[in-house]
């Protein structure tokens, strides 16, 4: 089984730091969602653990030992990265075929993965004509051509329709619960949702989330107040983060329930409900990164970051 590290990660272009003293774990026989911004530094992450950038600190390892140093890479790693990675004029059998020699796989299992991924019927067809779910598809089979304990998937379901994307749930889950390795970010929060077991959220380069999704979610309190601004302003100023979800509702994180309570009644301020809050993954990754203000227009390597939010990571 292969671990995948992160340890006290930087990297930067010129003066402009991309991933910044980043440290996290993947762990095998889970899916590891890999989630932040656009130009959160999610892609450069992955290009680093791949050795296709070079980190100018830490070091990112793949059971221990870095990519390029891998007995057989081809068979341990499958990767999706780059969109569109195919010759237009070649069929999607002949692009596996290409792959597959390289890599030493036998030709029957080219079949396997066509089939596996529902490209059976138009394996002999030029990649050029490919639908964007299509396409996706293959960059997938070639993904799964070594059949590698450790599959890091870069946005593997853009442009697939729901039932393509119910079919990537299923095989991702498939896959750790044969005990693999599997790491892949998304921006479709609704479904790493129901595919992820881990979460690592990362905001300007920096870690602001990770660990367990069912553990994280349940990580909000809600609080009922006739005083919210005041107790916002003073849970605030204590580290917390607090947002209004109606007129006389709080939901904090980042502070137990009992410290919540004691602060009110320092405070003297009243309290009619004080309980935990189950909040959506949407809810939970606005909070992680509000400080974060890159959007998709001006996405790319970005200054300095501000200080880092507290981070979640239960036990």
């Not at 009243?270 to 203000?293: R, V």
Request: aromatic letters at 4%.
């Amino acid at each position: 089984m292969y671990s995948l590290e992160i340890d006290k990660l930087t990297k930067c272009y010129g003066h402009e730091v991309v991933v910044d003293d980043l440290t996290f774990t993947v762990k095998p026989g889970r899916v590891t969602g890999f989630l932040g911004p656009n130009g959160a530094g999610k892609s450069t992450t992955m290009k680093v653990l791949l050795d296709l950038a070079a980190a100018d600190h830490g070091f990112a390892t793949i059971g221990g030992t870095r990519y390029r140093e891998l007995t057989d890479p081809g068979r341990t790693v499958g990767v999706v990265l780059e969109p569109n990675a195919f010759h237009p004029g070649r069929s999607g059998r002949n692009h596996l075929r290409i792959l597959a020699d390289g890599a030493g796989v036998a030709p029957g299992r080219i079949d396997e993965v066509l089939e596996m991924a529902g490209l059976a019927h138009a394996a002999d067809r030029r990649v050029g004509a490919y639908s964007l779910g299509m396409r996706q598809r293959l960059g997938i089979a070639a993904a799964l051509l070594g059949d590698p304990p450790v599959l890091v998937l870069d946005e593997p379901g853009n442009g697939l329709d729901p039932q393509g994307i119910r079919w990537l749930r299923d095989l991702l889950r498939a896959r750790a619960a044969a005990g693999g390795t599997v790491f892949v970010s998304s921006h479709l929060l609704s479904e790493v949702e129901h595919l992820a077991d881990e979460v690592v959220v990362i905001s300007r380069g920096r870690l602001v989330a990770t660990g367990a999704l069912s553990t994280l979610r349940k990580a909000g309190v809600s609080v009922h107040t006739p005083a919210p601004q005041s107790l916002s302003s003073i849970l605030t100023g204590a580290g917390a983060s607090v947002h209004a979800a109606s007129d006389d509702r709080l939901v904090v994180r980042g502070m137990p329930i009992a410290e919540i309570g004691e602060r009110a009644c320092a405070a003297g301020i009243a309290l009619h409900e004080l309980a935990p809050e189950a909040g959506s993954l949407e809810e939970l990754f606005l909070d992680w990164t509000e400080d974060d203000k890159t959007d998709g227009a001006s996405a790319g390597v970005r200054g300095a970051p501000s200080e880092p939010k507290r981070e979640v990571v239960p036990q």
